[in-house]
């Protein structure tokens, strides 16, 4: 079946560094990958998405890009703030007819002044 | 109002208890999902139904039911609910084409 392996936490760092949270996956064909955000207490968001191979998803300064060949979507920013501390969630649609969501483990980001 | 709004945000309950989460959405979709999420684990799909006459198991849907009352209303029960059921629990819809809506979750602790 599907899968989603997503860099494990606690990642922290300082204001304005940059970050990567890896993201591989498992799937049949071409499926939609997507990176959802938990700030605290509250529920997911969508962050950013990506459809097709060699999409780019970008959103809030976040960028992931969609690699077919490395099965991959990671997630970046080039300078991160205090507002970003969040829990991150990759995750992906698969081609079958109930395209429910599958998701990674969650990295928790917490970002210091 | 919020799209998805679930009831009630925290619950504390005891073993054995029957326990019902209720969620209802004005987005107007006819998917909607429950999931779990447990520390480490990522959200886990627990059930989801694609319209009010039809209910699809999920990864973990033991110890669980649902019923889907209206397109509007998707009902989550614990018959008899135990401490592994601790967790916080997501409800969300979709349509094909709009993304997932999520809800802002039920925190349920089992004593």
Redesign the interface.
């Known amino acids: 079946g599907d899968s989603v392996t997503q860099m494990e936490g606690p990642v922290t760092l300082s204001e304005e560094a940059f970050l990567t949270i890896n993201c591989t996956y498992t799937a049949t064909g071409y499926p939609s990958l997507f990176w959802y955000v938990q700030y605290p207490g509250e529920g997911l968001q969508l962050l950013l998405k990506a459809t097709k191979a060699d999409d780019k998803g970008s959103n809030k300064g976040f960028e992931a890009t969609y690699r077919k060949e490395t099965t991959s979507f990671h997630l970046e920013k080039g300078s991160v703030q205090v507002s970003d501390s969040a829990v991150y969630f990759c995750a992906l649609t698969g081609i079958g007819s109930a395209r429910q969501l599958t998701f990674g483990s969650g990295t928790q980001l917490t970002v210091l002044p | 109002d919020a799209d998805?709004t679930q009831t009630p945000r925290n619950r504390i309950t005891k073993t054995g208890k029957r326990i019902m989460l209720e969620c209802s959405q004005t987005k107007g979709h006819d998917r909607m999902?429950w999931?779990r999420q447990d520390p480490?684990?990522?959200?886990?799909?627990i059930y989801?139904s694609f319209d009010v006459k039809d209910i699809?198991k999920?990864e973990i849907s033991d110890g669980y039911s649902v019923s889907r009352q209206a397109q509007a209303k998707f009902s989550l029960s614990l018959e008899s609910a135990i401490p592994n059921q601790t967790a916080l629990y997501?409800c969300?819809t979709s349509e094909?084409g709009y993304?997932?809506t999520?809800?802002?979750?039920t925190r349920l602790t089992v004593v």
């Open positions: 998805v999902y999931y480490g684990l990522g959200l886990r799909l989801y699809n999920g997501f969300a094909p993304g997932y999520f809800g802002s979750g």
